[in-house]
């Protein structure tokens, strides 16, 4: 079965205190992993999508990773601002086109100054 | 700025009156979703239209139906609402099936 799980479910940061949230995924065939930024009571918002093993992605101060069974989101001296909830997703091949993300339940990110 | 538009953004109902949510968007993509997602939770997906072409999830209850009129609207109805439907509601778009799906600002139901 196709499964998506995110840890931690929650981290405290200090600001300036670097680290990485990880998104492991177990899927029969990876056609895309999306990370995603989602504030207290609003929607999730795209940060980054990654297709195959090696690649990486950069935006400010996260930096988005993949390898064959997981994924991470390196966060670079973080700021007060970069508290929300992290979700990953993936998307798999299946028969035919398809469309529907699996999503982890996230992580928790909490930042203080 | 291209966007996806939901309204409302709070709705408060009655348990077993209907309701309409509302998506909007300016993006002209193709496909758009309905989400459903409970606190602490990932979200989970309840439907999609490929262009006029709807797409329902296997597990998605009866109570649960949506329209979509033209390419910038959508609605989700929910015919009897039960206190378990009390969630945030996420309308999503992307240009084709496989690609990266934007998300709007949700809608809030509250079940009394």
């Known amino acids: 079965e196709d499964q998506v799980t995110q840890s931690p479910e929650a981290l405290r940061l200090q600001e300036g205190e670097s680290s990485s949230l990880n998104c492991s995924y177990t899927v029969s065939g990876l056609r895309g992993l999306f990370w995603y930024r989602q504030d207290p009571g609003k929607g999730p918002e795209f940060l980054f999508t990654l297709y195959s093993a090696g690649e990486e992605k950069e935006k400010e101060r996260l930096k988005a990773t993949l390898t064959k069974k997981e994924s991470f989101l390196h966060i670079t001296a973080p700021k007060p601002e970069d508290s929300a909830t992290y979700l990953c997703a993936v998307q798999a091949h299946y028969g035919g086109a398809t469309n529907k993300l699996i999503f982890g339940t996230g992580t928790l990110l909490a930042v203080q100054p | ?112």
């Open chain 2, 1 to 112: 700025d291209a966007m996806v538009i939901q309204n409302p953004r709070y709705q408060v109902t009655q348990f077993g009156k209907p309701v309409t949510l509302s998506c909007s968007q300016t993006l002209n993509h193709n496909v758009m979703y309905w989400y459903q997602q409970k606190s602490s939770q990932a979200p989970k997906l309840l439907f999609h239209y490929y262009d006029k072409d709807f797409n329902n999830e296997a597990d998605t209850p009866d109570n649960f139906q949506s329209r979509r009129p033209n390419t910038s609207f959508c609605f989700l109805d929910i015919r009897s609402p039960g206190l378990g439907d009390a969630a945030m509601y996420l309308c999503a778009t992307s240009e084709g099936v496989t690609d990266t799906q934007y998300f709007g600002p949700g809608t809030r139901l509250t079940v009394l």
